[in-house]
């Protein structure tokens, strides 16, 4: 008799066959895929022959794939370095390149155009070529040899790097003005958010009482720690009669439209921690730098570790050869911060005013003309092509001014030009290298003081033992106005007599303390200070914080300074969890019983942001949610004017002192009418606290601060695909730290190097970076110096023994 399943059993033979054959294709396309992921490892061991080398380049990895590269000349190291950023980082430096050309979609498509378009209007590729052609010979020299070495490690890949395996294109070759565009990239990273704010300020100003609008951007506060100078007198609290003959702001408290209004991750700006102690105050008697430079956290890591090293004087061997150490910049052919054995320096993003909002007077007749000092002027207008992968391309208009390109939107009715010094020539230079052979303090600062890089505060320590401050970069030289709003340069009486001439740039040496410090804050007050430009400063918080542990440090170490990059005490905060403790009387508990469990956990707090600490997190959640709801009342007119207006966001870096000021003093005609009493707004922001996690059911006991504050580095792919980031991103992990304290740590920024060093004494110092060397997910380098980062382990400044020899030949 026949089975009724017989008739199937061919069927389901077939069926599996047809799965065996789908998974051996799957295999195999999963084996040719790996194996072209393989082809783009960059090349660790052996003889390489290229063109562009006068000598042979020698390139020993340690095993955390730090190089040590030796040459015969400056030029063949960076060639050298070239090379290997290629291999490593290549694809990082075209976004880099390709972001400050505003030519992201020709990769990315068509969802990189609204980029593309914001920073096209600069012409930053044109303007890049023509600095090139006036540089120095020697640097073009330089450039040269890094861009040879860049598409020889490029080419000499056995495939593309596998982003464009992705992608589905070839890399375009590297080009001498793509290291310009390197430098770009940096002056927008660290300047391209000062348009918005001074644009928020002068919307205030024409929205607000007077009194009111100073009052809420005051250039200091009472958590100042300056150089030079001391504190400014606080602006004091406009009283009823700023507000007599203007309306006085009386809007209702709105919950936020979203979360992250009141509690989500402050916009920090790149920012850093820099200080040094000098020989007398050490317990070796040699100088000590310490830096931590705060940048947004991706992967790879911005910055690629390196030791240079070529004759001094090549005719006599015997001489000892310039070695550099530290921190390179994929794109560019110098070391960024470092040793040099004779000198040591390092950066903290300066918060100078460099750029400014010009509105333009134009004739209503026509749109031709606008008004300048000499007279009408006609626009000028150029076309941009803005090359689109998988789309038709797009042209784009750009309207320049003799102050610089035109914003596409008008703001408020008003048309406005974007006057920056990264448009000026003698802005943007790759002087810095000079620094890199300097042979004393005086030297090394004259040199920071006309180089061409984002305005930075810049500290130097010699092998001596002295110390010394001033700032890297370019800065405007402002007449007739201070440069805070957007305002007319049309009559000629306000405006930029060019740059401030480097010799008039303020410096500190020797300071009598011993000390100097860094932390994005105010650093000196006076004429210096108008010169300088009052406003863009972080709040002086982690400044003081730092400064006051170095004044008690008499024998200081290398993990001292460990120690103080890694506080994550909360010094900020302390007197905000009285003040809650303080609102919270039995009278308040009683009137809602949940403030009790709220009380109880924000006293068991020992004034850290650690990850277990549910106080931490509670108090500085309440005064974030009192900040919103305090200021968007008094800024109500300018929400009305603009609705993208956001005061709590735009200057979370200046909230502190006026906060602080109104929750101290409690004027009664500032209050929100909404409250009887300073105590009920107080009580309303922990209520509006209770009643957000409430709603989304969070117990208050499971809240600590590291539940927000995880950190994961993400690829740029896994950003467009997630699913890509268990491939490409770290593991998420719960870090201490916060923004208004040494260890500056958010889920999106961070220290994104810590290192410690004295020059002449490297070999004792410290250096770790998030991620690893390498951009390739399968090198073995691509995430191995995460774990010392995120621990605050203290690794080697300089790398170990060489575990990989790669040698650079010359043809022919």
């Known amino acids: 008799m026949t089975s009724p399943d017989k008739p199937q059993r061919p069927f389901l033979r077939r069926v599996a066959i047809a799965a065996v054959l789908l998974l051996i294709v799957a295999g195999l396309a999963l084996l040719w895929i790996h194996s072209r992921l393989r082809a783009s490892l960059p090349r660790l061991a052996g003889e390489v022959t290229v063109s562009g080398l006068t000598g042979p380049v020698d390139v020993d990895r340690d095993a955390l794939g730090i190089p040590t590269l030796r040459g015969q000349t400056r030029n063949d190291v960076a060639f050298g370095l070239g090379f290997l950023h290629a291999q490593d980082r290549f694809f990082q430096m075209d976004l880099q390149r390709r972001q400050a050309a505003g030519e992201l979609s020709e990769l990315l498509g068509s969802s ?17 070529g023509d600095i090139l052609a006036t540089s120095p010979p020697a640097v073009q020299r330089l450039i040269q040899a890094y861009t040879a070495g860049v598409n020889a490690g490029l080419n000499n890949l056995d495939d593309s790097p596998f982003e464009y395996l992705v992608l589905r294109t070839s890399p375009a070759p590297w080009q001498e003005e793509d290291t310009f565009l390197t430098l770009f990239a940096m002056f927008h990273l660290l300047q391209g958010p000062d348009l918005k704010v001074e644009q928020s300020r002068g919307l205030m100003m024409a929205t607000l009482p007077l009194p009111l609008f100073d009052f809420l951007t005051p250039s200091g506060s009472s958590w100042d720690a300056p150089l030079l100078g001391g504190l400014l007198p606080p602006i004091p609290i406009p009283g009823p009669e700023a507000f007599e003959h203007e309306r006085l702001p009386r809007a209702a408290s709105v919950p936020p439209s979203h979360p992250a209004d009141a509690l989500g991750d402050v916009p920090v700006a790149a920012g850093s921690n820099l200080w040094a102690v000098d020989g007398r105050h050490t317990a070796d008697g040699g100088a000590l730098l310490a830096n931590d430079m705060h940048l947004p956290m991706t992967m790879p890591n911005l910055w690629y570790r390196a030791v240079f090293s070529w004759p001094a004087d090549p005719t006599n061997p015997t001489t000892e050869p310039h070695t550099i150490s530290g921190a390179t910049l994929p794109g560019a052919p110098l ?45 000028e207008r150029s076309t941009e092509v803005l090359r689109v992968k998988g789309g038709p391309d797009e042209s784009m208009e750009v309207v320049s001014t003799v102050w610089g390109p035109v914003l596409p939107a008008a703001h408020l009715g008003q048309r406005q030009v974007s006057r920056w010094v990264a448009h000026e020539s003698a802005a943007v230079n790759f002087d810095l290298l000079e620094i890199e052979t300097a042979a004393s303090l005086e030297q090394a600062l004259e040199i920071a003081n006309r180089s061409g890089l984002p305005a930075q505060n810049i500290i130097v320590a010699d092998h001596t033992g002295r110390i010394g401050w001033s700032l890297a970069g370019r800065v405007p030289h402002r007449f007739g106005f201070s440069g805070r709003v957007p305002q007319s340069w049309a009559d000629g009486t306000r405006g930029w007599q060019g740059l401030l001439a480097p010799e008039s740039v303020p410096r500190l040496l020797d300071p009598e303390s011993g000390r100097l410090w860094a932390a994005n804050n105010r650093l000196v007050d006076g004429e210096a200070l108008t010169l300088l430009g009052s406003d863009g400063y972080a709040l002086g918080a982690r400044a003081r914080q730092i400064r006051d542990q170095l004044q008690h440090l008499e024998q200081a170490t290398v993990d001292d300074m460990l120690q103080i990059q ?37 006293a068991d707090w020992d004034g850290h942001a650690a990850v277990d600490s549910v106080a931490y997190r509670l108090v500085r959640d309440a005064r974030r949610w009192l900040a919103y709801l305090v200021f968007e009342q008094l800024t109500a007119p300018c929400k009305a004017q603009d609705p993208r207006f956001f005061y709590s966001n735009t200057f979370f870096f200046l909230l502190e002192q006026p906060l602080w000021q109104l929750v101290t003093e409690r004027p009664a005609h500032l209050l929100n009418p909404e409250y009887g009493t300073w105590d009920d707004q107080l009580l309303a922001a922990i209520d509006a606290l209770l009643d957000y996690h409430q709603g989304r059911d969070e117990p208050l006991a499971d809240l600590n601060w590291g539940r927000f504050n995880t950190v994961s580095l993400r690829h740029p792919f896994s950003l467009a695909l997630p699913a890509l980031g268990l491939w490409l991103d770290t593991a998420p992990l719960q870090l201490p730290g916060d923004t208004y304290m040494p260890r500056l740590q958010t889920p999106r920024n961070g220290a994104s190097q810590r290192m410690v060093v004295s020059p002449g004494r490297e070999a004792e110092g410290i250096f770790h970076m998030p991620g690893g060397q390498s951009g390739h997910p399968l090198s073995p380098h691509y995430s191995d110096g995460h774990a010392a980062w995120a621990e605050g382990r203290p690794t080697p400044y300089l790398p170990g023994p060489s575990t990989y020899h790669l040698q650079l030949r010359p043809s022919g």
């Open 566 to 602: 890694l506080d994550d005490r909360a010094l900020l905060l302390e007197p905000w969890q009285q003040l809650w403790l303080q609102a919270l009387t039995p009278e308040a508990i009683a009137a809602d019983g949940r403030r009790q469990e709220f009380r109880q956990l924000i």
């Open 335 to 379: 070391m960024v911060v470092g040793s040099s054995g004779k000198l040591a320096w390092g950066f903290t993003h300066a918060g100078v005013d460099t750029g400014d909002v010009v509105i333009l007077d134009t004739d209503p007749a026509t749109a031709s003309t606008y008004s300048t000092p000499e007279g009408p002027k006609a626009f």
């Open 112 to 128: 990189a155009l609204a980029e593309d378009r914001q920073l096209r209007i600069h012409r930053f590729r044109t303007r890049a």
